[in-house]
């Protein structure tokens, strides 16, 4: 089993619409948590934290649910420009990086 | 910023390889990561006060160097078709061990490996 497994893509979505991105990770002592953005050929960026208590950047919200092991991201009012690779990321030990395979979005007009 | 050299490389199997990764400045822990196309990043390794400090599912022929002026190598040697790859290094300014507080790793650009 991969230590972090996200929704397979590619997702296709109209301009304006809500997409949900969903990811689970298989070690419960992990402890920081994040969703990163990749566009093409480029490297990932952060994109946010994720928080028990859920938080909110704008038009993207993270959720964690510490207790099923998932983290969730939703994008509201999808713009072109949000087409990229949104990956799922969960901290392991020596401050490395464990990261899911990723999920493409393309937003279409 | 991270900057890594060089952009782009084209090797044979069975040939070594150095990439390089200039850390952002103040930043004392660097860490390597390999993307296969389609993959999300695999960690490599982490240098920590140029000592290796954690290291990931890779083969001894993946090893590296931290040098005291921000500056790093990942070096590869008997390449293999699978070591075709986007190659990232990160820097941040938290390390020195399994229990170190977690802070944001800052990516380089990549090198990009072919293998042929």
């Known amino acids: 089993r991969k230590e972090v497994e996200q929704d397979p893509g590619p997702f296709n979505v109209p301009e304006g619409a809500t997409v949900a991105f969903n990811c689970t990770y298989s070690?419960?002592?992990?402890?920081?948590f994040f969703w990163y953005r990749q566009d093409c050929r480029k490297e990932p960026k952060l994109l946010m934290s994720v928080y028990s208590s859920g938080n909110e950047d704008g038009r993207f919200t993270a959720q964690l649910n510490r207790a099923s092991q998932y983290i969730s991201l939703l994008i509201r009012d999808s713009k072109l420009s949000d087409s990229a690779t949104y990956l799922c990321?969960?901290?392991?030990?020596?401050?490395?990086?464990?990261f899911g395979a990723g999920t493409r979005l393309a937003v279409h007009p | 910023g991270v900057t890594q050299s060089p952009t782009h490389l084209i090797k044979t199997r069975g040939q070594q390889v150095t990439l390089r990764c200039s850390s952002q400045s103040g930043h004392n822990t660097v860490s390597w990561y390999q993307q296969a196309l389609g993959q999300g990043p695999q960690f490599i390794f982490q240098y920590y006060r140029e000592e290796e400090n954690g290291r990931g599912n890779f083969p001894p022929r993946f090893s590296g160097l931290q040098f005291p002026n921000d500056s790093s190598e990942l070096n590869v040697n008997a390449l293999e078709l699978d070591d075709s790859a986007l190659y990232l290094c990160?820097?941040?300014?938290?390390?020195?061990?399994?229990?170190?507080?977690?802070?944001?790793?800052?990516f380089g650009p990549g090198t990009r490996l072919t293998v042929l």
């Open positions: 070690n419960s002592a992990s402890q920081s």
């Open positions: 990321v969960v901290s392991g030990g020596y401050n490395k990086l464990i």
């Open positions: 990160a820097s941040s300014t938290a390390g020195g061990g399994l229990q170190a507080g977690f802070d944001e790793q800052f």
